[in-house]
């Protein structure tokens, strides 16, 4: 590539650091962003004890409200991944975090909200919803519509960003951001709103997203068109054959290449490896994320302020394993594995981690913090296994159809989610009349434990060697 550019001579076989490392910039962007995006979606769940006790909410209550968040951003995913590969990376982030952000900020007025709806679905003849349920229901909706744009949007940014031998690692550092989202809500959502009340929580954390968009429209431009790049990044970012072969088109201004219709992705068996995958794994974050509280109270009687703790070195953990795990397939690459063999070899010995969680009900009754070692552990493979399960997208797809593909996968991510979901408030109830909620927990950390060894060979049958997609 570099003797299409007089000014990057000599510049290939410099060292590193003189190619450039503007890409990191944007790199931190998208850190920051799913930072933001992670806090912004546990608010709720760090005060559902709270909210349940003034509510009156019953698990299958508090299971509903995170389901319609789950639902909502299941079915945006399929579409945010078109309407990103339409509009392109720097758009379509800002109407992302616009919506969610405004989203997040409903939730405070979800008693207002609530009595209009219940109002409404009176006035039309449906039964009517207990308004606090139904003002949360429509806070969660409109988060989980521009919260589904995040992970297409910075996966799209990663493979326009990054060549393909740096794009786990990048993605392991910006996926870290749900980690550091989910340390930094335990800490500072007890405080706001114990200072000032649970709205002011929501209010507060919501505003965050405006000054992160701030920073986006400052910093991020296209590859093509980023003046703060020097052309020797450029070119190192252009580094794959296949960018070889479509930089000299980009150049030269040729229309972008044919989205790929859905009907058309869904008849790869890529795809449906990476659906399985996230269908499979996407509901244990989702179960981690939302009922940890809960059980802590349930089991334990923590208070969110006796929380705080516990929960910050559980989701410090799991920064372990999502930068780790970015790193790993390296390690089997560097020693003569292909990209394919490298990821699926680093998935394999990640996915027998989480069988941790099984013991976390049986020695639970150890103290607290039993498990929460265990369930760290679990969800710190849970990251490493996402680092790695994103970037099989941009592994096998062309760059113009990775929003769609994410957005696919992202989807059967949330329904698996709304199911594991909707199982979890069931059963927690039912065991929970029984005086054994124990037996509940147990049963979901079975699946917690088990899902990833199921998924991986699934996705190792579906596609058993490495095909790189070119005819889209």
Request: with cysteine.
């Amino acid at each position: 590539m570099n003797q299409h550019n007089p000014q990057a001579v000599g510049l290939a076989d410099a060292p590193p650091a003189a190619i450039g490392k503007y890409r990191w910039t944007i790199c931190g962007l998208l850190f920051f962003a799913t930072t933001i995006n992670y806090l912004d979606r546990q608010v709720l769940s760090l005060l559902a004890p709270a909210l349940s006790r003034e509510f009156n909410w019953s698990n299958t209550d508090y299971a509903n409200i995170a389901a319609v968040f789950q639902f909502v951003y299941a079915i945006s995913m399929l579409f945010a991944g078109r309407v990103i590969d339409r509009m392109g990376t720097r758009r379509a982030f800002v109407l992302a975090i616009v919506v969610w952000s405004f989203g997040a900020i409903l939730h405070a007025y979800s008693v207002a909200i609530g009595t209009a709806v219940s109002n409404l679905f009176v006035a039309v003849g449906l039964a009517a919803v207990p308004i606090s349920v139904a003002g949360f229901m429509v806070g969660r909706a409109v988060l989980a519509l521009g919260e589904a744009g995040n992970f297409p949007a910075a996966i799209k940014a990663t493979a326009e960003y990054f060549p393909k031998k740096e794009r786990s690692f990048a993605t392991g550092i910006f996926n870290s951001g749900a980690n550091i989202g989910a340390i930094l809500a335990p800490i500072t959502v007890p405080m706001i709103a114990e200072a000032w009340g649970w709205q002011a929580a929501f209010i507060v954390i919501g505003a965050v997203g405006f000054v992160w968009m701030g920073f986006w429209l400052h910093f991020y431009e296209t590859p093509a068109r980023q003046k703060r790049l020097s052309r020797a990044e450029l070119d190192y970012i252009n580094s794959d054959a296949a960018d070889a072969v479509a930089a000299p088109a980009a150049a030269s201004a040729a229309p972008a290449p044919r989205k790929a219709s859905w009907f058309k992705l869904l008849a790869y068996r890529q795809t449906w490896a990476f659906t399985a995958g996230k269908f499979l794994t996407d509901g244990v974050w989702w179960f981690f994320l939302f009922w940890l509280p809960k059980f802590m109270a349930a089991q334990y009687g923590m208070t969110t302020t006796e929380m705080v703790v516990p929960l910050a070195v559980l989701y410090s953990m799991t920064m372990v394993g999502s930068i780790g795990g970015g790193w790993f397939p390296a390690y089997f690459i560097n020693r003569g594995a292909s990209v394919y063999h490298g990821r699926m070899r680093a998935m394999l010995t990640i996915a027998f981690f989480p069988l941790a969680v099984l013991l976390a009900q049986p020695f639970g009754y150890l103290g607290v913090w039993v498990p929460v070692i265990l369930i760290g552990i679990g969800a710190s493979a849970h990251q490493a296994w996402s680092a790695n399960l994103f970037t099989t997208v941009s592994d096998m797809f062309p760059k113009h159809s990775v929003g769609s593909v994410v957005g696919i996968g992202g989807m059967a991510g949330g329904l698996g989610g709304v199911l594991i979901t909707k199982v979890a408030g069931r059963l927690f109830d039912h065991y929970n009349a029984l005086g054994q909620i124990q037996t509940g927990y147990m049963i979901m950390f079975t699946f917690c434990a088990l899902a990833y060894l199921l998924a991986w060979c699934i996705m190792k049958a579906l596609v058993p060697a490495h095909k790189e997609i070119t005819d889209l």
